[in-house]
């Protein structure tokens, strides 16, 4: 009878464990669900918060603090720019990949190479001459 019951507690453990996905398989899944549920309205508010936020990364930039501009930006990618990436790919792809790019690769790349502040700047330029193209579009 205990190894009856000792079976049965060990087949319900693992049902459960089965039952649970990693947390990066969630944050995946999160990720994915808050790119498809932004309205363009809410990828309007974001692309504002961008723009702040990349202001304020340039400015860690400037003040020697590299690494931390860099993970910054990595933050504006994955916490805002995620609310874009879904309306925007519905009325212009090219243009959100564009974006991504610059902002995920492009830009963290180049502050954690510490490349100059006239290269940050341009970069930066860019990106928020394609936000207004995004705004734009969204609009």
């Given at each position: ?13 693992l ?91 492009d ?22 001459s ?7 579009e969204?609009?």
């Open positions: 009878m205990l190894r009856v019951l000792a079976l049965l507690a060990l087949a319900g453990g049902l459960v464990v089965a039952g649970c996905g990693s947390d990066a398989e969630s944050s995946a899944s999160d990720d994915q669900a808050a790119e498809e549920e932004s309205t363009p309205a809410q990828a309007l508010a974001e692309i504002v918060t961008i723009r702040a936020l990349l202001d304020d990364a340039v400015a860690k930039y400037a003040s020697g603090d590299h690494s931390g501009a860099a993970d910054d930006v990595g933050d504006v990618y994955l916490e805002h720019y995620e609310h874009v990436e879904g309306p925007l790919g519905d009325v212009n792809h090219d243009l959100m990949e564009e974006i991504e790019e610059k902002l995920s690769t830009l963290r790349t180049s502050m954690d190479d510490g490349a100059g502040q006239s290269e940050i700047d341009s970069l930066v330029s860019e990106i928020k394609d936000l207004d193209q995004a705004e734009q969204l609009s």
